[in-house]
Nanobody, 116 residues
């Protein structure tokens, strides 16, 4: 079993920055992918960024150049640095861990609100 705890969300003005963290506990596979998803009100959950255990990353077009995903395997933690935030980035952000192969686990989510 794996537990994921997100932190770092909050209210920020447009153009500001936030750093989200997701700490994993439990049995973590050495080969895995960790992702950040987000879900805005009335919209489907969408993939924001992903990073595999080897370090390769992938981003949604809407966040490329503004968001950076990283991980510290020794701390079992994944981060999402969000810069130049826009009102359309407002959503609940969810962390997802998936062993390869295997099924994924979700965190409880953290609210990010971008507003003046």
């Amino acid at each position: 079993q794996v537990q994921l705890v997100e932190s770092g969300g909050g209210l920020v003005q447009p153009g500001g920055s936030l750093r989200l963290s997701c700490a994993a506990s439990g049995s973590i596979s050495s080969l895995n992918v960790m992702c950040w998803y987000r879900q805005a009100p009335g919209k489907q959950r969408e993939l924001v960024a992903a990073i595999i255990s080897g370090g390769s990353t992938n981003y949604a077009d809407s966040v490329k150049g503004r968001f950076t995903i990283s991980r510290d395997n020794s701390k079992k933690t994944v981060y999402l640095q969000m810069n130049s935030l826009k009102p359309e980035d407002t959503a609940v952000y969810y962390c997802n861990y998936r062993p390869i192969p295997g099924v994924g686990y979700w965190g409880q989510g953290t609210q990010v609100t971008v507003s003046s």
